[in-house]
């Protein structure tokens, strides 16, 4: 057999492959680890049951670890001391949130993001600072781009091409501030906000969460200066929500 063509590099904003950790391998769970593995980084997937591997493509290089997902044991022979990402995407979702409560909470991994089924439990799973997706409107590239931030995403320019519609990965030191802290920070203005995978318009009083998507409008000679700005710690911002204590 041919190797698989090569896919565009998912290093994301650490410029490096990183280890990643996935429980679940369903359909979803094997994509990831797929996908993951080919562009570089380690991979280590969970599942309870061993035939579920062989949903993994004949090419993956990765670790397979039998096992409870939320098990510490098990969780710490798939590597999560070392994992910059946690992807809880079995088909359950107690477990789902449990172990990704574990991977956040115990090992301190930075992205965690955790599959639901029901989306009456996803507010509640929020304020427990794990981001959640849903089963039938986010994709795969989605659920990677929550898992390993791959800097903007263009998502509209206008015909002059001067302004531009872009979706920015923020920095958790922005959560639990307003939302016009961006823009005294940056000068640019937010769009909208994606939370528990619904866009919402912002206003004076909105502030963002944990897992919200910033979508902001910018112009494009000032791309690279307000990416920098959000992608780093609020503290190093020029203004006053740089400044506010």
Same mark, same amino acid.
């Given at each position: 057999?041919?190797?698989?063509?090569?896919?565009?590099?998912?290093?994301? #904003?650490?410029?490096?492959?990183?280890?990643?950790?996935?429980?679940?391998?369903?359909?979803?769970?094997?994509?990831?680890?797929?996908?993951?593995?080919?562009?570089?980084?380690?991979?280590?997937?969970?599942?309870?049951?061993?035939?579920?591997?062989?949903?993994? $493509?004949?090419?993956?290089?990765?670790?397979?670890?039998?096992?409870?997902?939320?098990?510490?044991?098990?969780?710490?022979?798939?590597?999560?001391?070392? +994992?910059? +990402?946690?992807?809880?995407?079995?088909? $359950?979702?107690?477990?789902?949130?449990?172990?990704?409560?574990?991977?956040?909470?115990?090992?301190?991994?930075?992205? #965690?993001?955790?599959?639901?089924?029901?989306?009456?439990?996803?507010?509640?799973?929020?304020?427990?600072?794990?981001?959640?997706?849903?089963?039938?409107?986010?994709?795969?590239?989605?659920?990677?781009?929550?898992?390993?931030?791959?800097?903007? /995403?263009?998502?509209?320019?206008?015909?002059? $091409?001067?302004?531009?519609?872009?979706?920015?990965?923020?920095?958790?030191?922005?959560?639990?501030?307003?939302?016009?802290?961006?823009?005294?920070?940056?000068?640019?203005?937010?769009?909208?906000?994606?939370?528990?995978?619904?866009?919402? /318009?912002?206003?004076?009083?909105?502030?963002?969460?944990?897992?919200?998507?910033?979508?902001?409008?910018?112009?494009?000679?000032?791309?690279?200066?307000?990416?920098?700005?959000?992608?780093?710690?609020?503290?190093? +911002?020029?203004?006053?929500?740089?400044? +506010?204590?």
């Amino acid at each position: 057999m041919h190797p698989p063509p090569a896919l565009p590099s998912c290093r994301g #904003v650490y410029g490096r492959a990183v280890h990643v950790v996935i429980m679940g391998c369903g359909r979803v769970g094997a994509l990831l680890a797929d996908r993951l593995d080919a562009t570089g980084h380690s991979v280590a997937i969970v599942d309870q049951d061993p035939q579920a591997f062989r949903r993994l $493509g004949s090419h993956f290089t990765g670790t397979t670890v039998k096992g409870i997902g939320f098990d510490r044991e098990t969780l710490e022979r798939a590597g999560v001391e070392r +994992a910059r +990402a946690f992807a809880a995407v079995s088909s $359950g979702d107690n477990t789902n949130i449990l172990a990704a409560r574990v991977a956040r909470e115990t090992y301190g991994v930075e992205h #965690v993001v955790a599959r639901i089924y029901d989306p009456r439990r996803a507010e509640v799973y929020q304020r427990l600072g794990i981001p959640t997706v849903a089963t039938v409107s986010w994709t795969t590239g989605q659920i990677m781009r929550r898992l390993l931030p791959q800097g903007s /995403l263009e998502e509209f320019r206008d015909a002059s $091409g001067l302004v531009t519609l872009v979706e920015l990965p923020v920095h958790s030191s922005w959560y639990g501030h307003a939302t016009t802290d961006l823009e005294v920070a940056t000068g640019a203005r937010v769009g909208y906000v994606t939370r528990l995978g619904s866009g919402m /318009l912002v206003s004076a009083d909105s502030v963002l969460q944990d897992g919200d998507v910033v979508h902001m409008l910018i112009t494009s000679a000032d791309h690279d200066r307000v990416e920098g700005i959000l992608a780093h710690h609020r503290d190093q +911002a020029d203004g006053p929500a740089g400044r +506010a204590s």
